[in-house]
């Protein structure tokens, strides 16, 4: 009886402590929402004034600039057009990969007589919330697997970790690779930006760490190309 009833404190403490942290980031972010909406409006603007005075803003750049300058601008820019819109591709298809995974779980696991009343709906929620920069499919599936565990569902419970670590471990795995073969930068690189990322500002930086990678690559393009060595002490 003393193991039970430590066990159930503990894990009552855990499941506040978790329940704590989720409203302070709901209120984090609530009251982050002006902000957001300034940048919004500030970013939204700045394309539209970039889009209608793109002519004048090239032909002011390459008044003012070396020709060489611009020409080397614009490769740049377009490569680092290209490579974004890879890396969004990479995601895309990451977040595809994880929802066919979901849908054919969940329908498992509707089949077999678990409480999944509407498999599609799920899998759709959960594919749209691990779209979304911050959050992933742990965001959905680990508060539904303690709900259920909560009601005493505890089959169902399991079943939805099981299947939340199957995702992960397959995201996890495919990741470096698809992102790599988008953007053009080997896996390995592609990982170590991604483990980067992640040590300094957390699941955020798993997504930030390849782009700031993307920008880097074309930015030193010319080092790289030559070999980093050669283009310092060739001079």
Known sequence: MNAIQSSAMEFLGMLSEWAKNALTGAINFLTSIPTIGVYLVVTLLSLYFMCVDKVYMID????????????RIGVHLKDLVKSLGGYLKAEVTLVFISFVITLIGLYIFHFVGLNVPYPLLMAFIIGFVDLLPIFGSGTVMIPWAILSACTG?????????VLWAVISIVRQLLEPRIVSGNIGIHPIFTLIAMYTGFKFIGVLGMIIGPIILIILKNIFATFIDKGVFKSIFER
């Open 153 to 161: 569902d505890f089959t169902l419970a399991i079943a939805i970790l």
């Open 60 to 71: 002011q750049l390459e008044h003012h600039m070396p020709e060489t300058w611009v020409k």
